[in-house]
């Protein structure tokens, strides 16, 4: 099942207690929010509630002169607060928006990266974190998808690219298969149906998890190009219980 709107679905995770310090501040795109937001975070992002494949978004910075964005609209900052509003409304269009509290990824070898986290149900209705794998963006992008030029990793060699030490990489890598699991419980308390979740989740330079976006229809195809394909394998095994044809 497909469920598209980033908006709702941030809702659905706010409700649960354990998953709340995991999601950035979220809020619909205003001009009443937009100067809240910017008073509150360094870097807040701006997204379509619709979105996907990282297009759309814009990245927004405040500096002495005013607000940076990026990529960039038109050449120069906006100087004011309504001037960067106006610009926004522009691009956005009729298109509902959101804001997001910008979290710095932490950086492998240099370059930002994020994490998906494969969750499926089984027949027997257990949620199972089945895969993992993470985005590494291109460094001039701002978004780590594919469709931004990011490529896949394995999140053991992301991690020690990123100076982790087996240890911690392991405990990540558990915290992370615990974020899967009880994102998979609490969409079903919401709506039923869901069989398949792709948890985009940033490890910030501080070390700490914060769930981006949950997508209801998480591709399968990228995993095939992951060397070995056991991942894969494994992923389309579990699609296989709820009739998903790869
Ligand atoms: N709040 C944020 N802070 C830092 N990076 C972000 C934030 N939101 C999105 N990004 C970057 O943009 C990418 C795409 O955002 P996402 O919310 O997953 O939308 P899409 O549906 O287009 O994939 C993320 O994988 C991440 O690299
Ligand atoms: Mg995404």
Known sequence: MSFKSKWQ?????????????????????????????LSTYPIVYFKPT???????IIRIKKITSGYQTKP????????????????????SGRKAYLLQQGISLAKTKGRPFDIRVMVQKTNKGKWIST????????PDKIATNYHQ???????????????????SILRKEAALKRLGVTVG?????????????????????????WILEVNTRPAIY???????????RRIRTAARQYGRVT
Request: charged share 30%.
């Open 9 to 37: 679905k941030t809702k659905w995770l706010l409700k649960h207690r354990n998953l709340r310090r995991h999601i950035p501040r979220t809020v619909p795109f205003n001009r009443k929010n937009l100067r809240m937001m």
């Open 50 to 56: 619709g979105g996907t494949g990282g297009f759309g």
């Open 72 to 91: 960039q609209t038109v050449k120069s900052p906006s100087p004011t607060l309504g001037h960067l509003h106006k610009k926004l409304s522009r691009f």
């Open 131 to 138: 895969a993992m794998c993470t985005k590494i963006g291109k």
């Open 149 to 167: 030029g990011g490529r896949l990793g394995y999140l053991h060699q992301t991690l020690v690219g990123a100076g982790y030490k087996i240890k």
């Open 185 to 209: 419980k609490r969409f079903d308390s919401n709506r039923r149906g869901f069989r398949e979740l792709g948890l985009d989740v940033a490890l910030d330079t501080e070390g700490k998890l």
């Open 222 to 232: 990228p995993w095939k190009h992951l060397k070995g394909r056991k991942l894969y």
